[in-house]
């Protein structure tokens, strides 16, 4: 019986993996993090122009209209434009991790 231990450092693991440095193995994870966040908010997206039948430019028409309050419309525009602007955010930081 072989009672002998193999010994395992990170980057052993990372190259028994087949990332050639932990830096190329951090940027995969942080892409695949993102790119998990950049599906949740485009399906967000999706799901309140299916609710409101809109784009995001035409619920801000109506956000910003005078004389007009409607607290659902409201709240779903600025969680909209959030979502728009995370999109925007996910997408920058891809190209930045993406660069060689």
């Not at 395992?8 to 028994?16: K, R, V």
């Not at 809109?54 to 619920?59: A, I, S």
């Not at 969680?79 to 925007?88: I, K, R």
Request: proline residues 3%; negative net charge; aromatic residues 12%.
């Amino acid at each position: 019986m072989d009672t002998s231990v193999k010994s395992y450092t990170t980057e052993s693991i990372l190259i028994s993996l087949g990332y050639p440095d932990p830096l190329v193995a951090a940027r995969q994870h942080a892409r695949m993090i993102l790119l998990g966040r950049l599906a949740r908010y485009q399906a967000a997206i999706r799901w309140l122009e299916v609710k409101w039948d809109c784009t995001l430019e035409d619920l801000r028409a109506r956000y910003i209209a005078l004389g007009s309050e409607d607290f659902e419309a409201d709240d779903d525009y600025l969680q909209w434009q959030w979502y728009a602007d995370a999109v925007e955010t996910v997408n920058a930081q891809l190209a930045v991790i993406s660069e060689p």
